[in-house]
């Protein structure tokens, strides 16, 4: 993980605002997340929650406010802060006609990742994307695209990992996977921040959850799900209260 300064949070966001022509999609919003956080973002489709990650990716530029990411500011400092950062959205990001392997090995040069070879075996393994390695993107399916979308964002072991809807197309075993790696990634120090629709899978693998609305945050409490509890009921107390 790449070392922060000193009290610096893993995100931090400061009155940040954007618009898209006439429509204020993001409105002030203030947010931090701590290290080793596992942090939900909910929200319907139009809250602004694709944008609110594509910001603290280094993808989209705020019309006001700042963002720091491991205390390095975004869009001063914006090479190191999106080092820092692992993305993984509903645009893949990957070469249809390359195989996997070599699409990693692609991001691997530009991240500067050392001992490539290993470090693509494995994410490979971690994604259970082995037996798939030298098969090209085009011919996988959305779910296993998806898979390695995710390998690509983990692959130079990013301080903040930023996930929009992750378990889309994801079938159980993935689903599996990816909340062990979710899991390891925190307890390793790291953060994340992620969107999700499905309740259950979001207040099972954070330890936070947020709500926007309109681009403004609304809500933020910390999650405690017990077994066999109704996750729906454990959001909607939060929300209420």
């Given at each position: 993980?790449?070392?922060?300064?000193?009290?610096?949070?893993?995100?931090?966001?400061?009155?940040?605002?954007?618009?898209y022509g006439d429509r204020a999609v993001l409105r002030g919003i203030?947010?931090?997340?701590?290290?080793?956080?596992?942090?939900?973002?909910?929200?319907?489709?139009?809250?602004?929650?694709?944008?609110?990650?594509?910001?603290?990716?280094?993808?989209?530029?705020?019309?006001?406010?700042?963002?720091?990411?491991?205390?390095?500011?975004?869009?001063?400092?914006?090479?190191?802060?999106?080092?820092?950062?692992?993305?993984?959205?509903?645009?893949?990001?990957?070469?249809?006609?390359?195989?996997?392997?070599?699409?990693?090995?692609?991001?691997?040069?530009?991240?500067?990742?050392?001992?490539?070879?290993?470090?693509?075996?494995?994410?490979?393994?971690?994604?259970?994307?082995?037996?798939?390695?030298?098969?090209?993107?085009?011919?996988?399916?959305?779910?296993?695209?998806?898979?390695?979308?995710?390998?690509?964002?983990?692959?130079?072991?990013?301080?903040?990992?930023?996930?929009?809807?992750?378990?889309?197309?994801?079938?159980?075993?993935?689903?599996?996977?990816?909340?062990?790696?979710?899991?390891?990634?925190?307890?390793?120090?790291?953060?994340?921040?992620?969107?999700?629709?499905?309740?259950?899978?979001?207040?099972?693998?954070?330890?936070?959850?947020?709500?926007?609305?309109?681009?403004?945050?609304?809500?933020?409490?910390?999650?405690?799900?017990?077994?066999?509890?109704?996750?729906?009921?454990?959001?909607?107390?939060?929300?209420?209260?």
């Amino acid at each position: 993980m790449n070392a922060a300064p000193p009290g610096a949070a893993a995100i931090s966001a400061t009155d940040v605002r954007k618009d898209y022509g006439d429509r204020a999609v993001l409105r002030g919003i203030d947010l931090s997340v701590g290290w080793g956080e596992v942090a939900v973002l909910f929200g319907a489709n139009g809250a602004g929650k694709t944008t609110l990650l594509r910001v603290f990716a280094g993808l989209a530029r705020p019309d006001s406010g700042s963002v720091h990411i491991a205390g390095r500011r975004m869009g001063r400092t914006g090479g190191a802060a999106r080092r820092a950062v692992g993305f993984a959205g509903h645009q893949t990001l990957l070469y249809n006609d390359l195989t996997c392997r070599e699409n990693l090995a692609f991001y691997c040069k530009l991240y500067d990742v050392s001992d490539a070879k290993h470090r693509i075996a494995q994410v490979l393994e971690q994604l259970d994307l082995s037996d798939r390695a030298d098969r090209r993107v085009r011919t996988l399916s959305h779910g296993m695209q998806k898979r390695l979308s995710m390998a690509r964002a983990v692959l130079h072991e990013p301080a903040v990992l930023l996930l929009d809807e992750p378990e889309s197309g994801l079938d159980t075993a993935s689903l599996e996977a990816l909340g062990n790696l979710l899991r390891h990634w925190a307890e390793s120090g790291r953060s994340v921040l992620l969107t999700t629709h499905n309740t259950e899978i979001g207040l099972t693998w954070a330890g936070r959850a947020l709500a926007l609305s309109d681009g403004r945050l609304t809500n933020d409490f910390p999650v405690t799900v017990s077994p066999g509890e109704d996750c729906v009921n454990v959001l909607a107390g939060s929300v209420d209260s």
